[in-house]
């Protein structure tokens, strides 16, 4: 009879296991996991308020934000308010990420420079992630953007 129990607690946990859904991490655990995931992690500053609020206008959709700036890096982390949608701060951070591409390439057309063509391409390539109540986007070399990927999405699961 015990030998029972054991298969069908074990079955109930597998079960419980497989339908769970992203925990509700705060934004500092989020942070730490993504920042912990990139070797340079010490370079990169963290944005004050009159940044994100100049740049991504957060409103009342957006229960916290942090934005870390480096060298040719940036990653941003905006916590949504229970029930609001990402496209409400998604649509901001894409004009956002276009803004900066244009200004840059203006400057490469002006100044020529492999460090600018380099800012200019991440970029253009930066990477808009959502899950959960969560809305990222990072401004990485790929390598880098592949393991804040893994860090962010194990800090939600």
């Given at each position: 009879?015990k030998?029972?129990?054991?298969?069908?607690?074990?079955l109930?946990?597998?079960?419980?296991?497989c339908?769970?859904?992203m925990?509700?991490?705060?934004?500092?655990?989020?942070?730490?996991?993504?920042?912990?995931a990139?070797?340079?992690?010490?370079t990169?500053t963290p944005?004050d308020?009159?940044f994100?609020?100049?740049?991504?206008?957060?409103?009342?959709?957006?229960e916290?934000?942090r934005?870390?700036l480096g060298e040719?890096?940036?990653?941003?982390?905006?916590?949504?308010k229970e029930?609001?949608g990402?496209?409400t701060?998604?649509g901001?951070?894409?004009?956002?990420?276009q803004?900066?591409?244009?200004a840059?390439?203006?400057?490469l057309?002006?100044?020529p420079?492999?460090?600018?063509?380099?800012k200019?391409n991440?970029?253009?390539?930066?990477?808009?992630?959502q899950s959960?109540r969560?809305?990222?986007?990072?401004?990485?070399?790929?390598?880098?953007?592949?393991?804040v990927?893994s860090?962010?999405?194990?800090?939600?699961s």
């Open positions: 009879m030998r029972y129990c054991i298969i069908f607690l074990s109930c946990m597998l079960l419980c296991a339908g769970r859904e925990r509700d991490a705060d934004i500092e655990t989020v942070s730490s996991a993504v920042l912990g990139i070797n340079e992690s010490n990169l944005a308020a009159d994100t609020s100049t740049n991504f206008a957060p409103g009342d959709g957006v916290a934000a934005i870390y040719n890096k940036e990653i941003g982390i905006f916590r949504l029930g609001v990402a496209s701060i998604e901001t951070v894409r004009d956002y990420l803004s900066e591409a244009n840059t390439s203006t400057l057309d002006l100044y420079d492999e460090k600018l063509e380099e200019l991440l970029y253009k390539n930066a990477t808009v992630l959960g969560y809305l990222c986007y990072l401004v990485l070399p790929k390598e880098e953007t592949e393991k990927k860090a962010l999405y194990g800090a939600l």
